[in-house]
């Protein structure tokens, strides 16, 4: 499934009219009906529905889907925000046609404020993708009163008053159920709005999908794991299944890579071994089925025996580990880097460029802030950006963990993960993901898809047991890695 900046919505509403000759008020008509489709069942013959329209197309939308509920008996009244001569196009006409039906209208804000306070529900069509702020009134005084009221609150593509331009937003529309059109947006998988939504559904309105698959952004599903995730082979052996090395562990935090190596394990690697300080191997306490190795032993010619490679978890950030870090970051297989790696990887982010395989970087949203010089704000105001920017410029597969994760690739396709809760806000989760991706990444399809499987499984694994065993509060990243074994059979 695809996920559109305004701009791209755009570019391919003009496609669709000028290439494709499929007519505004169709389309308009079809958004309307698809719209009523994902309510329909929500509603019942008692509820006082007010449709809150604006100016543009998502006001359009809003005058079909009040005509339609009129035509199928609900009791339904327009709050018309502007004058009929502010009204345009394809909204224009089915302005018309609505008002042939008999749907009441007010204009009058004074007048409306007691249809919003009697409404049980209220669809808010005011604005759509196309909105910059800041707003002005009467509208500031619309979107106020829709918050205050106790309706139900459906709004139409993206909750009025959101906007990818967030330093001008102002007043907001606080969503129940958003029911977007085509294709989610950026601002719902962005810090600062997506809290807006609510409940977001996506309708299709027969917009040309060669033209929607032509973005290169999307939201990883089950159906893209099932696609991508590799199937054991029935003759396979451990080393089919690749040897991973993960390197940390230093005596301060052991358990860090602990967490990773039961990760990987859990996610069908041939072989795991550990590499840690000949100090720390005393306070291990990891798996039977793990080796072990000393970061004494570290060379070019032992880091070839390894299809894969994560290193940073509880690895230390004295110069002696940041030697050790130059000289892992030499080989050619995929390394993955987390934790202390993006603190050392930060003093000398040039290495980067001197890289020949594969490097995938996993920061949260501070240790990005390090790599990158902005502010944390900076970059949860516009993750898509600077993550696609950063990426492209040094060549690495970028995971940006948070609510809703963002990878991308050295080329700049991203993908955003819905899986996973707050039971995943806690020290050790980032340890068990770096096990789970450093196998994926050397076993799936390749290693982008890899990276979203992963980060997919381990959310879905915290989705399984906050369900069906543990709260947010209680779970440890530990009960998440039991977890894993049902997150693979969802998918195999």
């Known amino acids: 499934m695809k996920c559109l900046t305004s701009k791209e919505m755009q570019q391919v509403d003009v496609l669709a009219f000028n290439a ?6 169709v389309l308009m008509e079809n958004a309307g009906r698809a719209i009523i489709e994902a309510v329909i069942s929500d509603l019942t013959k008692k509820d006082k529905i007010v449709v ?13 889907v009040a005509r339609e509920l009129k035509n199928r008996g609900y009791d339904v009244t327009v709050i018309q925000t502007v004058t009929n001569d502010k009204i345009e196009g394809e909204a224009y006409v089915h302005l018309n046609i609505m008002q042939r039906f008999g749907v009441e209208i007010i204009y009058d804000f004074p007048e409306a404020i007691p249809y919003l306070h009697e409404a049980t529900v209220v669809i808010d069509a005011l604005f759509g993708t196309g909105y910059k702020g ?7 005084g619309y979107v106020t009163l829709m918050n205050q009221v106790e309706a139900v609150i459906y709004s139409i593509d993206v909750p009025s008053g959101v906007s990818e331009a967030i330093d001008s937003m102002s ?11 085509e294709a989610p947006k950026i601002t719902a998988y962005t810090e600062a709005t997506a809290g807006y939504y609510g409940e977001l559904v996506t309708i299709s309105i027969g917009l040309p999908t060669g033209e ?6 999307s939201v990883w599903q089950s159906s893209d794991v099932r696609r991508t995730l590799i199937k054991r082979e029935r003759f396979g052996h451990k080393g089919t299944y690749g040897h991973v090395l993960l390197i940390g562990g230093c005596a301060d935090m052991p358990g860090a890579i602990q967490l990773s190596a039961r990760g990987a394990l859990k996610s069908g690697a041939g072989l795991v071994s550990v590499m840690i300080d000949r100090a720390t191997r005393p306070f291990l306490q990891l798996p039977h089925e793990v080796m072990t190795r000393t970061s004494e032993q570290l060379s070019p010619q032992l880091l070839m025996n390894y299809q894969a490679i994560a290193v940073g978890m509880g690895f230390g950030l004295t110069e002696e580990k940041q030697v050790l870090f130059q000289q892992i970051l030499t080989t050619n297989a995929p390394v993955l880097i987390d934790a202390d790696g993006l603190t050392l990887l930060a003093r000398d982010i040039s290495i980067l460029n001197k890289r020949q395989g594969p490097t995938v ?8 802030a390090r790599l990158t010089g902005r502010t944390v704000e900076e970059i949860k105001t516009d993750p898509f950006t600077v993550t696609k920017v950063f990426a492209k410029e040094y060549g690495v597969y970028l995971v940006l963990k948070g609510a809703y994760t963002i990878i991308t690739s050295p080329t700049g396709d991203q993908v955003i993960n819905t899986t996973g809760n707050s039971a995943l806000s806690k020290g050790g989760s980032g340890d068990i993901l770096s096990g789970i991706a450093s196998v994926r990444m050397m076993q799936d399809e390749s290693i982008f898809p890899g990276l979203c499987n992963a ?4 959310g879905y694994a915290s989705d399984v047991a906050v369900k069906e065993e543990f709260t947010a509060f209680d779970i440890t990243p530990t009960d998440v890695v039991e977890k894993l074994s049902e997150a693979y059979r969802a998918f195999i």
Do not use: C, W
């Open 134 to 140: 800041p707003m002005r009134e009467p509208m500031q």
């Open 212 to 217: 929607l698959d032509k973005i290169s952004r």
């Open 20 to 25: 494709y000759h499929m007519p505004g008020e």
């Open 52 to 64: 809150v329209v604006g100016p543009g197309n998502n006001g359009g939308d809003g005058f079909v």
């Open 361 to 368: 970087l996993t920061p949260h949203p501070k240790e990005f």
């Open 455 to 458: 980060v997919y499984l381990h």
């Open 171 to 181: 007043s907001v529309v606080k969503a129940s159920k958003t029911i977007t059109i």
